[in-house]
Nanobody
């Protein structure tokens, strides 16, 4: 059974930093594409950042220059480093993995709250 488990969310002041982690069960190589998404209540889930096998990355315009996605193959983990956080970054953050068979798997989400 494929599982994605997020961690690292929390409460941070504006301008602060957090690093989210997404640990995968089994090998991370099963996923062609991994990404971080976020959702506020009443809003659609939106892509924040993604990384494709081979290392290509892309980001939402709102986070470019502030967030960085990376993966550690040895730890089967994907990270989202978030710097210069703003109140509008507050959301439930989800990890998503897409396999080569185009199957999508989601984690349970981790809450990020940016507030003074």
């Amino acid at each position: 059974q494929v599982q994605l488990v997020e961690s690292g969310g929390g409460l941070v002041q504006p301008g602060g930093s957090l690093r989210l982690s997404c640990a995968t069960s089994g090998s991370i190589f099963r996923f062609y594409d991994m990404g971080w998404y976020r959702q506020d209540p009443g809003k659609q889930r939106e892509l924040v950042a993604r990384i494709i096998n081979g290392g290509h990355t892309n980001y939402a315009d709102s986070v470019k220059g502030r967030f960085a996605i990376s993966k550690d193959i040895d730890k089967n983990t994907v990270y989202l480093q978030m710097n210069s956080l703003k109140p509008e970054d507050t959301a439930l953050y989800y990890c998503m993995g897409r396999t080569y068979a185009a199957e999508d798997y989601w984690g349970q989400g981790t809450q990020v709250t940016v507030s003074s």
